[in-house]
């Protein structure tokens, strides 16, 4: 059974920084993307940064605009963990965050929600100016 379980949200002041972590536990299947997805109240659920797992060492990023250059995605294999490094906190980015799972897709599609069928209960982020 597909477990994503998110820490690390929290109140921070715009300028700030948290790290987001994402425990992924029992896939059947190696190649699969894992992402976080943001949705702030009234607003729809939207991607903001994936990171594939195609079985090598090396892997890919996507990023929603809004947060390049902001937040990085990062991988543990060993720990079975997607980080979500977010720098320069802004009070938009003020939202719930969820971790997903899915199999793998090229990159255009990857911040898509309909591409994900594993997801976590989210964790809060509060920015405030």
């Known amino acids: 059974q597909v477990q994503l379980v998110e820490s690390g949200g929290g109140s921070v002041q715009a300028g700030g920084s948290l790290r987001l972590s994402c425990v992924a536990s029992?896939?059947?299947?190696?190649?699969?993307?894992v992402g976080w997805f943001r949705q702030a109240p009234g607003k729809e659920r939207e991607g903001v940064a994936v990171?594939?797992?195609?079985?090598?060492?090396?892997?890919?990023?996507s990023y929603a605009d809004s947060v390049k250059g902001r937040f990085t995605i990062s991988r543990d294999n060993a720990k079975h963990t997607v980080y979500l490094q977010m720098n320069s906190l802004k009070p938009e980015d003020t939202a719930m965050y969820y971790c997903?799972?899915?199999?793998?897709?090229?990159?255009?599609?990857?911040?898509?929600?309909?591409?994900?069928?594993?997801w976590g209960q989210g964790t809060q982020v509060t920015v405030s100016s």
């Open positions: 997903a799972a899915g199999p793998w897709v090229v990159p255009g599609r990857r911040l898509r929600r309909d591409e994900y069928n594993y």
């Open positions: 029992g896939f059947t299947y190696s190649r699969k993307c």
């Open positions: 990171v594939d797992f195609n079985g090598s060492s090396t892997y890919s990023t």
